[in-house]
Structures are given as C-alpha cells and as structure tokens.
C-alpha cells in the first residue's frame, strides 16, 4: 500500500531571477520585479530587494510569502541587536543570522533563494549565497532564482579565474570596475529574460558603495 | 542472404516497448524530458470578406523559451491555413500530414479544397489517438461554400465559430474578442482586433510571447504576415563588446603515437576514375 500524498502544496513559486556581484569598494545587487504563478503575471512592479541594515541587502526569488516573512524576522532581529549592541549589524554577521534563520526551519523550511549583498568593515564589497535551509559561502557573485541558470555560467566566463585548477586561488572580489559590473548585470539580465519566461518586466539594481547606496532601474521585456 | 530480423516498429502508431524501461526509471526519481510545448495564444475570426488567423511566436520547453519566433500558422491548402497549439511535435506532424492528404485529394476530385475536409481529416486522426496526439487547432480558410473558421481539440471535438482562440493565452485573448468583436469587420478592423488579441496574449499569458503573425484569408487570395508586429525589442545591448578570451586551459601536453597497422607504399598507376 504505497504511501497517500497531500493534493495540496503550502508552496508556491512567484518566479524572478536575482544577481549579485562585489567589487573592491562597492557591491551590486539586483533583482527583476515581475511576480507571477503558473501562466500569470501577479503584478509587474514587485521589489525582491529589501535593506536588512545600512551596509547588507537581501535579493530573494522563491516564494514571495515566505520571503516577505523571512525579511520581517531578519529586521526585527536587527533592531534588538541595535538597541543591544549600539550599532548596525556589518554584512558578514548578518549573513550568519540568515543561516541561522533559514536552518532554523529545516524542516518545513522558508521556499527562498536567497543572495546578501553589501559592504564589510573594511569598506570592500561582499556577497553572500544561500540554499533554501541555509548553507551559505562567501562569494564575489551570484545568482539565484528561476533564470539563475542562464545567468551563473556567464558571469563565471567573465568573472571567475580561468580554472580552480590553477593557484594560487583568486580572490572572492572581481576587480571589475562599478560602472563595468553594472554593465554586466543589465546585460545578463536583458539575456535571461530573453529566454526564461519568469524573468522580466523591470530591473532593479541597489549599488552600495563608500559615497552611500543608489537605486537604478532598467526597463525589460513584458512578454 | 538469411532471414534478417530486424526490429522495427508496428506500422503506424505507437510503440509502447519503452514503457516498463520508462516505469522503472520514474520509480528511482528520474523524469521525463519535457516536451517543447506550444505555450501559445492563437486566435482567429471571421470579418466581411473572410477569415484573419493569428498567433504568437513563442516556443517553450519548461520555463525556458526554446524558440523566439517560430511559425505557429501552418499552410494546409492555398485557401486554408491552421494555428497549431500544444505540443509543437504533433501539431507539426499533424498538419503536414493533413495537408499532404488534401492535395491528393485535390489531384482526386479536380476542386479546391473545402475546409470542412480538412477538418474532417484532422478530428478523424486525433480522436483516433484517443488524445494522446497534444494537438488544439484553430483552422480557417475560404472555400466555394464561403469564409469558415474552426476550433479542434486534441480528443477530436470540434466547433464552429464566428470567433475563436485556443492555447493558454486563450484567456486573454477571449477577454479582447469578448469585448470589441462585432459581425462584418473590415479587414483593417479584424487584423486590429486580432493583433490586440494575440497582444493580449504575449503579455498577459508567460507561455506566449515575441511578435504576431496574421494570416488573412479572402476568396481567391491570401496574405501571410509574417511578423506583422514585433513589439518586444531587446531592452539592452551592452555598448562594450564581451569577450571570450578563456579557453579551457591547457594543463599538459603528452603526445602518443598510433602504431601503424598497414604499411602503405605508392604503387604504380593510381585508381581510375
């Protein structure tokens, strides 16, 4: 007697594709806006980023529900450390509450694809990628989400070292230029929304740097 | 020359030999490859002088967009055309099969072709695969009887309509005609219509996308528009041109020569032409 399974799903995928790339003294993050179920568009102008503290921001594709939910618990969290420790959480200590957070619910875990982007103590850009339950490694980009796997093998070709087999092993930043690294993610994005259905609408890039954060947005295609 | 058994397949029809292959491999998780789906809105209606077919342009496998602009207006006759939407393979093999099958029929009765025979040819042949051939059709045309437009659905039911859209922008599209479509269009207005409809479609609908085709249908005449819109350009061409420098490198080079099996020598005259 094969086991009875639930015709019914606590999950759904709102679709979207996020990148996000550090640099020497400045970090990208960007996400698509479009939010869809199945065949249809939700709405056009939804925002996947969210600011978690003044130098860390989080892109998230998954499920929107559980997204938004994981964003108010990571804030909250940053608020009693604020008022506990008398400053913002740096990026890398909230990369580990994230971690912490998203194991936390190992067993029915948040349905979300998450990347941090921001800046560390020393001003030098850090991003963060994560699986649904929470491992996480530091990275110098990533991208996570529904077109991830049109987006993450050409940012290794213009970005990786030409081979992990060659040492001495290359550092976790790319030494492209700010100007140049949002080049790249307007036109990776302009790519993937070419061939991933999920992937579209609106671009939007959060930059973070040593003068302060700037928000850009791109149009995409709307089909 | 002995008895040589070869295995081939039943004439026509199925093979079902790979289906316990099949079973045993879905029973240790492995899935099945998707077939390239239509995703698709096509639509077609009938105006003052005839019929106006339209469809999108967007083929997808998955979530993935396998082709950006392909031909979902299928030539059946000189006089009938066939949106096809569903699994891109049937509706393919389906039309050309149907439309091979009028021309001799054609060559037979020495007449035009009649619409209602194309569509008597294609319910026949998808009721008889009881479904399982995935193909929705929105088939039009004009014949000696006049303008017809039909829709035909992978079981084989069919039916008959001033107006009609299928695929899974068919919604969408159904909310335009719904609304605007009214008996004797001209032909500006229906080719109007019809590409707010498919519009409707590429943008409301993910499974439908790209440019819109028409195909408009008089007596006597017909005129294909192949991309007769295309509304969604590229939205950015990076101004500095990617290059590709990394080559996949080179850790070693060991030459090993083949031992030579066969001594060749030259020898006299060369072979005759």
């Known amino acids: ?223 | 020359m002995g008895k040589a058994v070869i295995d081939v397949p039943p004439k026509g029809g199925f093979s079902f030999d790979l289906y316990k292959r099949n079973a045993m491999l879905s029973k240790d998780g492995v899935q099945l490859p998707p077939f390239t789906k239509t995703g698709t809105t096509i639509v077609g209606l009938i105006f003052q002088d005839g019929v106006i077919l339209g469809a999108d342009t967007r083929a997808t496998s998955g979530s993935i967009v396998c082709d950006k602009n392909c031909e979902k207006i299928h030539y059946m006759a000189p006089n009938i055309y066939c949106c096809g939407a569903g699994t891109a393979a049937d509706t393919e093999a389906v039309t050309d099969m149907v439309s091979s099958q009028l021309q001799l029929h054609r060559y037979h009765t020495g007449r035009e072709s009649r619409v209602v025979t194309a569509l008597t040819y294609l319910k026949r042949h998808l009721f008889s695969y009881q479904g399982h051939v995935s193909a929705a059709l929105v088939l039009g045309g004009v014949d000696f009887t006049g303008p017809h437009l039909h829709t035909i659905y992978p079981h084989g039911s069919t039916d008959t309509l001033p107006y009609a859209t299928m695929g899974s922008g068919s919604l969408a599209a159904m909310a335009i005609f719904e609304s605007k479509y009214k008996e004797g269009l001209t032909r500006d207005e229906g080719v109007q219509l019809v590409t707010e409809a498919i519009c409707s479609g590429i943008f409301n609908d993910l499974g439908s996308g790209s440019n819109v085709d028409i195909c408009v249908i008089t007596k006597g005449n017909k005129e294909f528009l192949r991309n007769h819109l295309q509304p969604n350009p590229r939205t950015y061409v990076s101004p500095k041109e990617y290059s590709f420098t990394k080559k996949t490198e080179v850790l070693l080079t060991k030459i090993t020569p083949l031992k030579e099996k066969v001594k060749v020598t030259e020898v006299g005259d060369a072979m005759e032409e």
Request: net charge neutral; glycine share 8%.
């Open chain 1, 1 to 223: 007697m094969t086991k009875q399974h639930a015709n019914w799903s606590p999950y759904d995928n709102n679709g979207g594709s996020v990148v996000a790339i550090a640099g020497a003294d400045y970090c990208v993050v960007a996400a698509d806006t479009r939010m869809s179920t199945g065949y249809s568009i939700l709405t056009r102008g939804y925002s996947k980023i969210c600011k978690l503290a003044d130098k860390s921001f989080m892109a998230s594709s998954g499920f929107q529900a559980d997204v938004k939910a994981l964003q108010k618990h990571l804030s909250a969290k940053h608020l009693i450390y604020q008022h506990q420790h008398n400053k913002q959480m740096s990026c890398p200590a909230m990369a580990q509450l994230l971690s912490n957070t998203l194991y936390y619910k190992r067993f029915f875990p948040y349905y979300a694809f998450n990347v941090l982007g921001g800046l560390d103590n020393e001003g030098k850009g850090c991003v963060f990628t994560y699986d649904a339950v929470g491992s996480y490694e530091r990275v110098g980009y990533s991208a996570q989400g529904s077109g991830s796997t049109l987006i993450m093998p050409f940012l290794d070709n213009q970005l990786k070292s030409p081979s992990p087999l060659l040492l001495p092993a290359v550092d976790a930043v790319t030494p492209l230029s700010e100007g140049e690294a949002i080049d790249l993610v307007k036109t990776v994005f302009a790519s993937a929304t070419e061939r991933d259905i999920y992937t579209g609408d609106r671009l939007e890039i959060v930059v973070l740097n040593a003068d302060g954060t700037r928000y850009e947005y791109m149009e995409l295609r709307k089909d």
